[in-house]
């Protein structure tokens, strides 16, 4: 069968090599990613228009649509679309409702993931992953001893690609080495190297749980307890001292400022979903949310974001954001969704699936306290893995090599 011109294989293989080219400049270029754009058009919207077309014609002649994380994908798109809708009506200004309307559209990059890699293909991804990773943090590095004469302690987001990444193949080389073969560990010596950069709060949060779910799967009921008791009771000491901590964030604390900032907005978004029906089961659409705590908690202009000229307070919790976009209908998808890909009682440890994995689930975790989803530069890199995790655990289990459970 030939699709535009090509043979499907040849161009499963172009595909192939545009994601993987991808990959590896949107991690190598870090969170400056963001400022390429051709004609208007990000690097990921670009990455969509070329593969989209084929993508559609394999869907249907494999009929895709069969497969029930398929349809689980197209309802997200659907009530994506009518969130998109509902922000239209609402009247606010289109450059808004389309630059966060990403959050439902980049789940087709796991279609693209399913589609155009396979098992063997999963060692070349986890390479392009690294070598970008090691020489994005190389360059961001040397760049920033040359122009301010000393390292960048503690100086990145941990909302950017780098630190994201690292964190996340970190929790994939202990895994794999722990499963496999001790002398893989010595990989991590580069990131080692650049811990000050890896170890910010949510990446260091992230890859600490994933760490803790992978290797003790066996006991996830005692851990998710854990989990949630550890939790609650951090959230419950932060809100006894929030007037004290809001008051570091005031004086210029920019770390008091982070966690405050989070605490209170989370506060705002729960407690609207909980007063209003309307808003806790379908949601508000592709609108701005106004956190009436925060700037009535921060003096300083700085702490003002402003997006597409709209006060905006994003919650930093990619699946908070999904609940007031969309409400429970919305969210349940995602979170089943990933629950498939995630099913860790179920997952049998080859190093097909064990390379990848435990990358995947720190970029999922991140999202917790980080924008992730919704980023054009983390949410396609996220997806695709996603994509690639599913398929490979897709593989009858008899056909596998190399298996070893923990």
């Not at 998710?224 to 008051?247: K, N, R, S, W």
């Not at 379908?282 to 701005?288: A, D, E, I, L």
């Amino acid at each position: 069968m030939k699709v535009l011109g090509f043979t499907e294989e040849n161009l499963k293989y172009l595909l192939k090599i545009i994601l993987l080219c991808y990959l590896f400049f949107s991690i190598l270029s870090g969170k400056e990613i963001q400022a390429f754009e051709v004609n208007g058009l990000r690097a990921s919207q670009w990455v969509m228009l070329i593969v989209s077309p084929v993508a559609i014609i394999l869907f249907f002649k494999y009929k895709l649509f069969k497969l029930f994380e398929v349809k689980i994908l197209l309802v997200i798109f659907f009530i994506g679309f009518i969130q998109l809708i509902r922000g239209y009506i609402y009247l606010f200004p289109e450059n808004f409702i389309l630059g966060h309307s990403g959050i439902f559209i980049y789940p087709v990059f796991f279609l693209f993931g399913y589609l155009f890699f396979e098992s063997k293909d999963v060692v070349l991804i986890f390479g392009v992953i690294f070598l970008g990773c090691l020489l994005g943090i190389s360059y961001y590095v040397g760049s920033f001893y040359i122009e301010n004469g000393q390292l960048p302690f503690l100086i990145r987001a941990s909302s950017d690609i780098l630190p994201a990444m690292a964190g996340g193949l970190m929790v994939s080389i202990l895994c794999y080495a722990w499963v496999f073969n001790k002398r893989y560990l010595v990989l991590l010596l580069p990131f080692i190297l650049f811990s000050y950069l890896i170890l910010v709060k949510g990446v260091l949060l992230a890859a600490i749980l994933a760490l803790l779910l992978i290797l003790c799967k066996a006991y996830l009921k005692s851990m998710a307890f854990v989990v949630v008791v550890f939790v609650t009771g951090v959230l419950y000491l932060i809100y006894e001292d929030l007037p004290h901590i809001i008051t570091l964030a005031n004086n210029g604390d920019i770390f008091w400022f982070n966690i405050s900032y989070r605490f209170l907005v989370w506060k705002d978004y729960v407690q609207l979903m909980f007063t209003s029906i309307e808003s806790g089961l379908y949601g508000n659409g592709v609108t701005p949310f106004f956190s009436n705590t925060v700037f009535s908690s921060f003096s300083s202009p700085w702490f003002v974001s402003d997006c597409n000229g709209i006060i905006d307070s994003n919650p930093h919790n990619s699946y908070l954001l999904i609940l007031y976009y969309s409400g429970v209908i919305g969210l349940v998808p995602f979170l089943l969704l990933l629950g498939r890909v995630f099913a860790l009682r179920k997952i049998v440890y080859d190093k097909n699936v064990l390379l990848l994995l435990p990358l995947a689930l720190v970029l999922c975790l991140m999202g917790l306290t980080t924008p992730v989803l919704e980023l054009h530069f983390l949410a396609p890199i996220c997806w695709v893995l996603l994509g690639v995790i599913f398929k490979v655990r897709a593989v009858p289990i008899e056909t596998r090599s190399s298996v070893k459970c923990i």
